[in-house]
């Protein structure tokens, strides 16, 4: 359907603040307290956090530098930012990538964002404090019931498309300014009450004890990287589409790079120590229980504080707030590159890619077993191939001596020297690639593995076909829909 309206200036954050906090809350979420300290419960604690920090500093924050520069020099979606670098042709492919692997990882992290609002409510419903309350049964039982998982999904989605149609500042700055920080503020209450339990000084000896081995172990290698990236949202398409959004004088270096990078990581450490104290002071909660470690160790501790029900209300509700708000960013990723490439308007695009993520998302809600499975091979097969994407495209078709000196280091607090172009252009994809033939190597044949290789084959092939065809009348269909003021932006 063709759009009659002409397209003319694009949204902007309202302040600094804004968007901070739009990075922090896009990437700040069920990754950090849902999946980091299970992850590092299965990998080690320690020896999995030093693996983490290493990949932290080596590729997320060049590499998101790199991708919120991108984003503001474009002032495009993700599909529009590699034209502008690659030309309009299969090369643009790259940036389809990037949509289908933020659209595959939105199609489970859905389900994930129910299963906290589920667990919001019942706190607020005083469930946690009652005398007969037992956590893994609680868990299982939601675990067991397709029908209430699938409908948990069914809200989310919708509740979404909701706030995604009230725009950028009325709608995603609006709730992230108040959500992380209530986060943040929860997190440190339940850590404070952690550390005072019996026992959790063996927790803290686990998440900080190095054990030297599993830095041979390429499993330990390839979640670590999995997890930067799925933390950090590098690859998403989140960081170039908040960059896209930045005002003139906003600091790329210091808000993009530097200030998520170490935000992200406190936040993952802080849900560690808010975790594992509490494990190893409960009988029976193993710190290697899985996906539902936070969902079992956390809400045992309610019952023994003082204000408990209020403490849980405070936790999950806040919890509920971040992965809500990384949902909606990582949604709007896919909304407004669809939106710059289509003749639809904003609210039939974010119907139909809300619609598409419920209709991924279904098998991911109705088994948790699939859902940790598409969790493995998207997050440690498709993040590496769409951060690979976007890096290549600019450490090797634009150049990143072009980025540092037109965008990166524009109104920057921070300065970033030639150092940073040989990082983005090899360093990065080099560490990446060889974490991936490492694992692949040493899990040859597995499902895993399978499952990885069937992403990094059709991925990259299909969307090379999509936009050799798409972009045969690119040139016209730019013509139709070029912005009438005149920006140089």
Request: proline share 4%; with cysteine; glycine share 12%.
């Amino acid at each position: 359907m063709a759009n009659s309206e002409a397209k003319t200036a694009r949204a902007e954050w309202g302040t600094r603040f804004g968007f901070l906090m739009a990075m922090i809350g896009g990437v700040v979420g069920a990754g950090n307290i849902w999946r980091f300290p299970y992850i590092m419960g299965e990998n080690g604690g320690g020896a999995f956090i030093l693996a983490f920090f290493t990949l932290m500093i080596v590729l997320a924050v060049p590499g998101l530098m790199a991708e919120v520069a991108l984003g503001r020099y474009a002032s495009k979606g993700v599909i529009g930012a590699f034209r502008d670098i690659t030309g309009p042709g299969g090369l643009v492919g790259f940036g389809v990538v990037v949509v289908l692997v933020n659209i595959a990882l939105m199609s489970y992290y859905s389900p994930v964002v129910g299963w906290t609002l589920y667990y919001a409510v019942h706190s607020l419903l005083f469930t946690f404090t009652t005398p007969a309350f037992e956590a893994e049964t609680f868990m299982n039982g939601l675990f067991a019931n397709s029908t209430l998982l699938i409908g948990l999904h069914t809200v989310v989605m919708g509740s979404i498309a909701a706030i995604l149609l009230l725009g950028i500042r009325k709608g995603i700055e609006r709730i992230v300014v108040y959500a992380v920080p209530a986060l943040v503020v929860s997190l440190f209450i339940m850590m404070i009450r952690g550390l005072t339990l019996p026992g959790a000084t063996d927790g803290i000896a686990f998440a900080f004890t190095v054990d030297w081995a599993y830095l041979t172990y390429s499993s330990t290698w390839i979640e670590a990287l999995g997890q930067a990236l799925f933390s950090t949202g590098l690859g998403w398409g989140i960081a170039l589409t908040v960059g896209s959004y930045l005002r003139e004088y906003d600091d790329v270096p210091l808000g993009g790079g530097v200030f998520t990078a170490i935000g992200d990581s406190s936040i993952g450490i802080l849900a560690s120590l808010a975790i594992f104290p509490v494990v190893f002071a409960v009988d029976g909660v193993e710190p290697d229980a899985g996906a539902g470690l936070a969902f079992v160790s956390l809400v045992q501790v309610f019952p023994e504080i003082p204000l408990g029900g209020l403490v849980g209300i405070v936790f999950f509700v806040g919890f509920f707030l971040a992965t809500f708000t990384s949902g909606v960013v990582i949604t709007e990723v896919s909304v407004t590159t669809v939106y710059e490439e289509t003749r639809f308007t904003r609210p039939q695009t974010i119907f139909g890619v809300c619609g598409l993520i419920w209709v991924a998302g279904l098998p991911s809600a109705y088994s948790v077993d699939i859902l940790d499975y598409v969790d493995f091979v998207v997050g440690s097969w498709g993040l590496p191939l769409a951060t690979l994407s976007i890096i290549t495209a600019i450490g090797w078709i634009m150049g990143p001596e072009r980025l540092r000196l037109l965008v990166v280091n524009r109104n920057a607090g921070i300065h970033i020297g030639s150092w940073w172009d040989p990082v983005i252009k090899y360093v990065v994809p080099a560490v990446m690639l060889f974490i991936m033939g490492y694992y692949a190597y040493d899990q040859f044949g597995s499902p895993e593995m399978i499952g990885g290789v069937v992403i990094l084959i059709t991925f990259p092939l299909v969307s090379y076909a999509i936009m050799s065809v798409a972009d045969r009348d690119q040139t016209d269909y730019d013509a139709e829909r070029a912005p009438v003021s005149g920006g140089d932006d």
